[in-house]
């Protein structure tokens, strides 16, 4: 048993000033850190809608995760607003036991996209651990010509009015890789947002947009049986789940270099041994040879980094798409 010297030793000054003041029962299970917490379900806040990339790898972590906590782990679905209203909620959360499916852009992009109105800082939220990342996939509906990525982009400059491309909704990171291959192709593609993966597939399939980039998982299925056609995966390397499709370096573009992550973050006032047992169990649950093999299926690539390599990461990728933004010229605010 850790006396109050111990726990202070462990915690230090700042989180000790946190943790004083929360409610007692809160106060006693936080000042533990990793031995008395959780004392209560976990929740997983998605900030985004069910049925998408977020909300399939929170839920192959949610039933492991509890498992070793030994406290039930569920997901909750809050979307809205490019996913600021779940990450909002998370970030002021005062509870010691909510999490945030944190993704690209939550902890990216959203940065630049709302500049004037972003309702929470990098700051207000502490990293714990990538999960995995997924690579974007960039397809063709069925009738078009092109079968290949250097092709699709020959037959948008051959016709006049160029070719569509569809993505989940402005701002995304799958209409910023649009984006991308616009200023790394030097070609007009019409941007056509959607308000999800769902109807984008739809219209895709039905021939009504051209080409459309989207996460690997929500494609995979419809490329696998011959929906639509993947032209190139936007990653450093193949994707596992189509060894056939090339990247977008072996097909000559290498600056259309896009990877959607997927980590869990947590509000910034959570003491740091909550963070360090968090992140230990997460990287636990990555190893287990039964879940990679479900985020595999998924078509991502499981990570299970630790909370410094992960906030390094997201530093990174937070100047990375805040200067495509910049120069793509697209502001939601």
């Not at 111990?6 to 936080?30: C, E, F, M």
């Not at 499916?101 to 972003?118: D, E, K, Q, S």
């Amino acid at each position: 048993m850790h006396t109050p010297a111990r726990r202070r030793t462990l915690l230090g000054a700042p989180a000790l000033l946190l943790v004083a003041a929360l409610p007692g029962p809160r106060r006693a299970a936080l000042a533990q850190g990793d031995a008395a917490w959780p004392t209560r379900p976990v929740r997983i806040v998605v900030p985004f809608p069910a049925g998408g990339t977020t909300d399939l790898l929170a839920r192959v972590l949610a039933e492991p995760l509890g498992a070793r906590l030994g406290q039930p782990v569920v997901v909750e679905n809050r979307g809205g607003a490019g996913g600021n209203i779940g990450a909002d909620a998370v970030a002021k959360s005062n509870d010691g036991h909510t999490l945030l499916m944190a993704t690209i852009g939550t902890a990216a992009i959203n940065y630049g996209l709302y500049r004037n109105t972003m309702p929470y800082k990098p700051e207000d939220l502490a990293a714990v651990s990538n999960m995995a990342g997924v690579p974007n996939v960039i397809v063709a509906a069925p009738n078009v010509e092109a079968r290949t990525l250097p092709e699709a982009v020959a037959l948008a400059k051959r016709r006049r009015e160029g070719l569509t491309i569809g993505s989940s909704g402005n701002g995304t990171s799958l209409h910023l890789t649009g984006e991308l291959l616009k200023q790394a192709a030097g070609i007009d593609l019409v941007h056509v947002p959607f308000r999800g993966s769902g109807p984008m597939l739809t219209e895709v399939i039905a021939g009504r947009v051209d080409l459309a980039v989207d996460n690997l998982p929500s494609s995979l299925g419809h490329i696998r049986d011959g929906r639509m056609r993947a032209l190139a995966v936007t990653g450093e390397k193949r994707a596992p789940a189509l060894p056939d499709t090339p990247t977008t370096r072996e097909a000559g573009f290498p600056a259309v270099d896009a990877v959607a992550w997927f980590g869990i973050q947590v509000p910034a006032r959570t003491p740091r041994p909550v963070v360090e047992r968090l992140a230990a169990e997460i990287q636990a649950v990555v190893r287990d040879p039964t879940v990679r093999a479900k985020i595999e299926e998924q078509g991502a690539e499981p990570v299970g980094d630790t909370p410094e390599q992960f906030e390094a990461y997201i530093k990174r990728e937070i100047a990375r798409w805040g200067e495509v933004v910049r120069r793509a010229n697209v502001v939601l605010d």
